[in-house]
């Protein structure tokens, strides 16, 4: 309804952000009534305390609940304001709103890219989380909204054929001696970085590369600054008309008398054929193409848009001798071996001023035959154009004709003709009656003066049945005797449905017999008609399937994909790996394999605000264009580094050991941590001083501590408060500041992400808002939150956390219980100790360190079991961290038995020391819930392999220990012993904690253990 969502626009100021969380809140995980959009520190009309989604203003109606009556009082209120609004300005609410979402769209895309690119695209001090992993293709850093950049790089570096060439490229020897003006002043300086570039693309240590110095040569070019985003379509055009001019110099050194051949040309560009009728005169024009533009509004899929752009005007005209009709056809002479296709996605809209986005769906094939296109085909083209011609005006007076028999009707209600004849017939078949429906009713009823209109059947009722006998002359009295709305009865003879009043049995039988004859006659002909309409459009799909028509294949290489507005948005690309054939997602740092189903999704469009903006297609019996090289002497495929000229050999090592030089650093700097923990940790416990009342959370930061990194997130709010209230003192900022934090974290709380990306991480509030904590709780912390020290960094700032400040201790002892407080507090932090002692414990898993990872996996098992004990969403996966532990201990057991098996003293003695002081204290956790079935079974193959020893011939010695061993290992108590201390944890901010929860949890996806 158009209304409600204006006033929710409204009641947001514009924010299309704030506006969604309005209208969505009632579907978060555990909305508490009116709380989770709207709920405020104490009772309305006190003035120290803060409103979070406030209703301060009267117009302002709560449209997040159930309540009918709320909703038709804000659809009135609405309509009032938006009559109002057209009487002062003649500009309706619709075009309003339109324009506000758009602006808000806008905004709110170009604020977000400045915001989170400084999060996303910071390295992390950590070089082992940019270490390239085996063979993964390698990420291009985003350096300032240069996604752009990075999808377009990304497809032309995986097109071997073109990568060869770049690296390859020599600058002309007589460089010195050409004329530097601008265009060659910028040329080669772009090829030569864009060389480096492939080159540690190829060859380089590091998960992803920087390509600052070839983007500052594009942004000159462009005359553009870091926050402005560029259109894929315009970068592609001005790279490849660098690249060819680059060639074109060198081509033109090597000519040696001969038309020099540009490689670019021949690579990317094409010709066709211009054949035409203008004003009656015939005309053909060759012409060279690059880029080939397509119109995506109004077609529905490649092949469509195709057949609008290689026809304009009448083309009937173009057969006919006589004519002043105008128009023309293209015809592919000569197709590229890359060929790329531009979808015009970005229309201006004329009545607001500014582009917008097309978000239609169009569909695109993986392989695409473009025989129908040709210039040599065109006469059987033209042929079988004139054919779907036909047979399209032919579907077109089917498909009119189904339509009668389904919406059958002269009125605005139309219904099948099937289910009309039916409803005849049922009516007809009904059991016939001889009354009025309302005879009955009527032959008791008074005249319609004699009820007052004030009586009620409920005051009726209440007058008694003794009212029925006393005889009276009062109108009143009477208008009560007769009551025939409480006291009439449906006879029990009367039927639910209307029916014939007289019909005779040959009537009948008559109607009957026409009416099922008529309805299989409709029946036949609806199916009839049904399958002519499938058998023509399967004609039509069929048409240019014939063995002629599939001789110019081109396989699908990248897709290009916008997500955003016409003005903002971020760029990624989908690239088929030829030699694994599988598709990879390439977006910024971030290289990962996909699906077509995936592409599909973010590509086609309709489904979100992502659709392709590019199409790169290559000839599919090229197969130069994607051929691995061969050393000439031993004919073997050379790979990475071997590919590479000598000189960019050379510049990848030295670049390589810069990288390796960053990693012993590391390496040694955490080998100096790890031996001054061990010399603290040597320190008598007595000797350590814990500041009193400051709550411990191994080496955690402190709730305080915690707080610096919600500094960028207050800041946001702040800043988004003080755009849209510039005017307002510093508690109304901050009321809106809050507001803004508070919807945010409402809407991370409310999404179901993938389970690497756990948005409880990110805030203590997100947690609390999915657990239901108290109101007054999530209210408090989002008060410490503003008013946190961090914020005294700048003036405004300072200001709204003075006011923060000061709201906080005016709030008395009793409106906050200080002791539940904490113990939220106290939860969140042992949830954040949890996950690290789970993510620790994974990556040595990962690592095979299963020594290592088991301690702290044992800890992560316990500590979640404990959390989830409150609350369903208070811990993590209990059978992923039950299945890690489980594992582990399996194949300790099995190092263990295998140590014990070697026979050597020493190896034998470790194995038991694994068993003994590693293996048998955690039996009991896994015996102490039977509902586990798996740790069962785990325990009872461990205590298998160890009891098969006893009929094997072995040594006395290991008898004996094997002796001794048994018994404890077979001990079915279910006692838990105590462990040793928990495990150090590192310490890590919030930022570096998703990092690598993320990580670990997409590498158990890729990696699954046995059985998960």
């Known amino acids: 309804d158009i209304q409600v969502l204006q006033q929710a626009l409204k009641d947001s100021n514009g924010n299309l952000e704030l506006a969604v969380a309005f209208l969505t809140a009632k579907n978060a995980k555990v909305p508490q009534q009116e709380e989770a959009t709207y709920y405020q520190t104490a009772l309305p009309g006190n003035d120290r305390y803060i409103s979070v989604g406030s209703q301060a203003d009267t117009n302002v109606i709560d449209l997040t609940g159930d309540d009918k009556d709320d909703l038709q009082r804000a659809i009135a209120l609405s309509l009032e304001e938006s009559n109002r609004a057209f009487r002062e300005t003649g500009i309706t609410d619709e075009e309003q709103a339109i324009s506000r979402v758009l602006e808000a769209s806008i905004a709110e895309n170009k604020a977000s890219l400045k915001r989170t690119h400084p999060e996303v695209w910071s390295d992390s001090p950590n070089p082992y989380d940019r270490k390239r992993q085996d063979d993964c293709p390698v990420g291009l850093k985003n350096v300032g909204n240069t996604c752009w950049f990075s999808a377009v790089i990304q497809s032309l570096f995986n097109l071997l054929e073109f990568r060869r060439l770049v690296l390859n490229f020599n600058a002309p020897a007589n460089a010195q001696d050409l004329p530097r003006n601008q265009k060659e002043h910028r040329n080669l300086p772009f090829m030569r970085e864009l060389r480096y570039l492939f080159a540690l693309l190829v060859g380089s240590k590091r998960k992803y590369v920087d390509p600052s110095r ?125 060929l790329t296709f ?84 049922e009516f007809a078949s009904s059991k016939p009656v001889c009354t009025s429906p309302v005879d009955d009713l009527d032959a008791s009823a008074p005249s319609s003066g004699t009820l007052p209109a004030q009586t009620t059947p409920s005051t ?308 609390f808002i999915q657990n239901q904590a108290p109101k007054k709780i999530i209210e408090r912390t989002l008060l410490e939150q503003f008013g946190d020290h961090n914020l005294s960094f700048d003036e405004r700032c300072r200001n709204i956390m003075k006011v923060a400040q000061a709201k906080l201790e005016m709030i008395k002892p009793d409106e906050v219980n200080m002791e539940e407080y904490e113990r939220w507090h106290q939860d969140y932090r042992n949830f954040r100790e949890t996950t690290m002692f789970l993510m620790v414990g994974l990556e040595f898993f990962q690592k095979k360190s299963y020594m290592e990872a088991l301690l702290y996996l044992i800890y992560a098992y316990q500590n979640n079991k404990e ?68 740790d069962i079974v785990a325990v009872e193959d461990m205590r298998n392999r160890w009891c098969s020893y006893l009929g094997q011939e072995m040594e006395p010695n290991l008898q004996e220990k094997l002796t001794d061993f048994l018994p404890k290992l077979l001990d079915c108590s279910t006692e838990i012993k105590g462990f040793s201390d928990p495990p150090k944890l590192p310490s890590y901010s919030t930022h570096e904690l998703c990092e690598r929860y993320a990580r670990i949890m997409l590498s158990l996806s890729r990696t699954p253990a046995d059985g998960r």
């Open 214 to 338: 070839a983007v500052e040569i594009l942004k000159d070019a462009f005359k553009s600054n870091d926050s402005q985003q560029q259109d894929v379509s315009e970068f592609t055009h001005k790279l490849l008309d660098w690249l060819e001019d680059a060639f074109q110099i060198k081509a033109e050194e090597e000519r040696d008398g001969e038309k020099p051949k540009n490689p670019m040309v021949e690579l990317f560009y094409g010709r066709f054929l211009a054949v035409g009728v203008l004003e009656g005169k015939k005309f053909e024009n060759t012409e060279m193409f690059g880029q080939y533009p397509l119109q995506v509004n109004g077609f529905k899929d490649l092949h469509e848009c195709l057949e609008a752009a290689m026809i304009e005007g009448e083309i009937e005209s173009l057969h006919s001798e006589n004519s002043a009709k105008s128009g023309q056809e293209h015809w592919f002479t000569e197709l590229p071996p890359v």
């Open 867 to 934: 959390l989830l004990s409150k609350g369903p969403y208070r811990g993590h996966d209990e059978e992923l961290i039950s299945h890690y532990r489980r594992e582990c201990l399996l194949k300790l057991n099995e190092h263990a038995a295998a140590l014990f098996e070697s026979g050597d003293d020493q190896e034998v003695n470790n194995g038991l020391i694994i068993m003994n002081e590693l293996i048998v204290p955690c039996l009991p956790l896994l015996l102490v819930d039977e509902m586990e079935e798996k």
């Open 460 to 767: 009726i009722e209440q007058q008694g049945p003794s009212s029925s006998d006393v005889p009276s002359t009062s109108p009143v009295q009477r208008s009560v005797i007769h009551k025939p709305f409480t006291q009439s009865r449906i006879p029990p003879d009367l039927p639910m449905h209307p029916a014939p009043r007289h019909i005779t049995e040959e009537e009948l039988s008559v109607l009957e017999g026409c009416l099922h004859r008529w309805r299989t006659e409709v029946e036949n002909d609806t199916r009839d008609l049904q399958e002519s309409i499938s058998r023509i459009h399967r004609t039509i799909e069929l048409m240019y399937s014939d063995k002629t028509m599939v001789q110019v294949p081109y396989r699908l290489h990248a897709v290009l994909v916008h997500e955003g507005q016409a003005n903002a948005g971020h760029y990624w690309a989908y690239i088929y790996d030829h030699h694994q054939n599988r598709w990879m997602k390439y977006n910024d740092i971030s290289v990962t394999k996909s699906t077509w189903e995936e592409l599909e999704r973010d590509s086609f469009g309709g489904y979100r605000n992502a659709s392709a903006y590019c199409l790169m297609y290559i000839n599919d019996k090229e197969q130069y264009l994607m051929q691995e090289e061969f050393n000439k002497e031993t004919g073997q495929i050379l790979v990475g580094m071997d590919t590479l000229p000598s000189d960019l050999r050379d510049y990848v090592k030295e670049d390589n050991k810069r990288f390796e030089k960053e990693l012993e650093e590391w390496d040694t700097e955490l080998a100096q941590k790890a031996q001054q923990e061990k010399l603290l940790s040597q320190i008598p416990r007595s000797q350590k001083t814990i500041q009193a009342g400051e709550p411990e959370y191994l080496e955690q930061p402190s709730r305080t501590d915690l707080s610096k990194h919600l500094k960028e997130d207050s800041v946001q709010a702040i800043n988004k408060a003080l755009s849209e209230q510039e005017d307002r003192g510093p508690e109304a900022i901050m009321d809106m500041a809050i507001k803004l934090e508070y919807t945010r974290l409402l809407k991370l709380a409310q999404e179901d992400p993938p389970p690497e990306c756990d948005y409880r991480l990110r805030h203590a509030i997100v947690y």
């Open 342 to 425: 531009e979808l015009s996605r970005f229309e201006f809209n004329q009545a607001l001023g500014r582009p917008e986005k097309i978000h239609n769906k169009l569909e695109f094939p993986p392989i695409l035959y473009l025989d129908r296109y040709m210039h040599k085909n065109r006469e059987i083209t033209r042929i079988k154009r004139d054919e779907i011609k036909r047979l399209r005006e032919y579907l077109t007076v089917l498909q009119q004709r189904l339509e009668r028999y389904l919406s059958y009707g002269s009125g605005p209600k139309r219904f099948p003709l099937v289910d009309v004849l039916q409803y005849a017939l």
